[in-house]
């Protein structure tokens, strides 16, 4: 610390103490001049000044080294209370009690001041730990500053990555719905005309000109999950199958399982057992095997 900033802070107690000797000397003075020469009461005067001041200067110069005097704090404060009791009795005794009374203080208030500039001096820092610690806690300002703008970014980013998500499985949801009815739409469609009482026979009005032996009967095949399945026997060697063969591996294809199997489920298992016949006399074979035997005899 400059030593013009340790004339500031102590400027308030100096100023207090010279105003109490000023004061101290001149009641001395007022006293003693009536019944002695004036160069005693004057000396008198600066004894007990003195002896206030020799005990603060002792008194300073003992908590500079970090120490204290219990001896010298009670002389210094023991001048200073002397000082007091001759300005109270000055004013109780003067012509203006009342002035007098209002700065019989002074001493013990200058006393005080220099105690609590003691303790200021106890505490004080040097410039470099004082600009130590601004720096310590700037940065612990700036630190924190940082930390709530990055969670103040983090937390940005998460609402807006969550909005693009939700928004994005948002439109995925309605286009599926949108799917799913059109899908429902095309099944229900196809379930109707499947099982429609034309069908077939449009189909076979069709196909009948351009099929030779024969007009086939035709109807639409049932759509569903496709589970693909073992083979049931081993293959023959002899691929060219007879309409009484091809209709036997139908109907034993057909009754392996209970329920019977769909049309679907037959024309898989026919051709995983390695079996070989076209679409039209396969399906020939499922129309003679599943129909009624009334209507088998007859065709």
């Known amino acids: 610390m400059s030593t013009l900033k340790k004339l500031l802070t102590a400027a308030p107690a100096t100023a207090m103490t010279l105003v109490s000797m000023a004061l101290t000397m001149a009641v001395v003075v007022m006293w003693l001049g009536a019944v002695m020469p004036v160069y005693v009461a004057v000396v008198v005067g600066i004894g007990l000044d003195g002896g206030w001041l020799a005990a603060l200067a002792y008194e300073r110069r003992i908590a500079a080294q970090g120490d204290h005097s219990a001896p010298v704090a009670a002389v210094g404060w023991g001048f200073g209370l002397a000082a007091t009791g001759v300005l109270l009795a000055h004013a109780l005794t003067g012509p203006a009690p009342a002035a007098w009374l209002a700065v019989s203080w002074l001493p013990l208030g200058a006393k005080l001041l220099w105690l609590v500039h003691s303790l200021w001096e106890r505490t004080a820092l040097t410039p ?106 081993a293959a023959p060697e002899d691929a060219a199958l007879s309409d009484a063969a091809l209709d036997a591996i139908v109907n034993e294809l057909r009754l392996s399982e209970t329920p019977p199997l769909s049309y679907r489920e037959l024309a898989v298992r ?12 396969l399906r020939a074979s499922w129309h003679r095997v599943t129909a009624p035997a009334g209507q088998s005899a007859a065709n």
């Open 128 to 233: 470099r730990a004082l600009e130590t610690i601004a720096a310590i806690r700037q940065e612990a300002r700036d630190g924190a500053a940082v930390a709530r703008a990055q969670l103040a970014a983090q937390a940005g980013t998460e609402e807006t990555r969550l909005a693009a998500v939700t928004a994005a499985g948002a439109r995925v949801a309605r286009v599926q719905a949108a799917t799913a009815a059109t899908l429902s739409k095309a099944w229900e469609g196809l379930e109707t005309a499947r099982s429609g009482d034309g069908t077939a026979r449009a189909l076979t009005s069709v196909t009948g000109p351009v099929t030779a032996g024969g007009t086939p009967s035709w109807t639409l095949p049932v759509w569903g999950p496709v589970t693909p399945v073992g083979e049931l026997t």
């Open 270 to 281: 026919f051709r995983s057992a390695g079996y070989s016949a076209g679409e039209t006399r």
